[in-house]
């Protein structure tokens, strides 16, 4: 019954299951944004059926190998027709209503693992993994007291985690390295896509970070990470400052700087594309002939229409070295 051809809704007591017959194919949906979103969203018709009947929130749709959560179904009646759109939201996103209520106080020192296992040591029915070079140790302040979805975007910006994906409830957490996978594929203008738009973002540039130790007697004096050929091209932009209350350590603390700059404006680049064949996490080749333009990008955003082919919007971030 869980075929990756087949919409499946399932009762959140889990003693119905049964494939989706009124949906309107046309409207399905699916959104993927790196550590942003990953839902569903579709339109059924009350065709008398059972499975329409379960289309109610906290209900599980089941499409392609993974578990969604009806968050939102909205009943619609209009010449004489029963429809509910429904918002369905992947079961990772359901570590929103969870939580570590404890707290370590003060300033504790933990690895990746460390602090995952202090977060999640309550919530057993989820499995998590990291894949990648994430082996520095880092310093959070009065960690827990929040959500597992608040407490996994602190461990993610205080060790550099560059995208957490989910398999239903097995949880990925990548590095840039392991995540990024480069390929021979092409996005050419006018070919296998259209309609790209190129917007440039320079609000979000940090080309300088001090480091201060903060403890009673200073362990060190103030100095700064900086990326100078970005001072250069773009004027300064300082970023919230880097603290150190516990040693001497200035490698460490010049790493953690080092994370926190953004030496580029950031490019975002939406396009339309024929190509169905669209992962998350790829780097294609962006080919525009009438601007010459030919740069490696990444894919970080999917909306697709599985049941309408040919019709994909994909959303790409360019590295570095393409300015």
């Known amino acids: 019954m869980y075929t990756s051809d087949k919409v499946v809704v399932r009762s959140r007591d889990q003693t119905r299951t049964l494939p989706l017959t009124g949906l309107d194919f046309s409207s399905f949906q699916t959104t993927w944004e790196k550590n942003n979103s990953y839902q569903l969203d579709f339109t059924s018709f009350d065709d008398g059926s059972e499975s329409f009947n ?28 029963h ?22 106080k003060g300033d504790a020192t933990y690895n990746i693992w460390g602090a995952l296992s202090f977060l999640t040591s309550d919530v057993t029915d989820y499995s998590f993994d990291v894949v990648g070079d994430l082996n520095s140790t880092q310093t959070i302040t009065d ?129 339309s594309t024929q190509t169905e064949d669209v992962q998350m996490g790829e780097q294609w080749t962006l080919v525009i002939p009438e601007s010459d333009i030919k740069t490696a990008v990444q894919v970080v955003s999917i909306v697709d229409t599985p049941f309408i082919p040919h019709n994909t919007q994909v959303t790409l971030n360019n590295t570095r070295q393409n300015f």
């Open 143 to 271: 960690f827990g007291n929040c959500s597992i979805m608040d407490g996994l975007s602190t461990i993610s910006s205080s060790f550099g985690v560059y995208a957490i994906v989910p398999d239903n409830k097995h949880i990925v957490l990548y590095s840039e390295a392991n995540f990024v996978k480069a390929t021979r594929k092409a996005f050419f203008y006018q070919n296998n896509s259209s309609d790209i738009s190129l917007q440039y973002d320079s609000s979000t540039i940090v080309n300088r970070v001090q480091v201060v130790s903060t403890s009673d007697t200073p362990q060190f004096s103030p100095f700064y990470v900086t990326d100078d050929d970005s001072i250069k091209q773009w004027g300064l932009c300082d970023g919230e400052r880097v603290e150190n209350d516990k040693d001497n350590n200035t490698s460490a603390s010049a790493a953690t700087a080092k994370r926190k700059l953004v030496p580029v404006p950031s490019l975002s680049l939406t396009l």
């Open 83 to 104: 429809t509910v759109q429904v918002t369905a939201t992947h079961v990772f996103y359901q570590l929103n209503a969870r939580r570590q209520n404890n707290v370590n």
């Open 54 to 81: 379960l289309l109610t929130v906290e209900n599980s749709i089941f499409w392609n190998g993974q578990e969604y959560i009806i968050k939102q179904a909205t009943d619609g009646y209009a010449q004489g027709i």
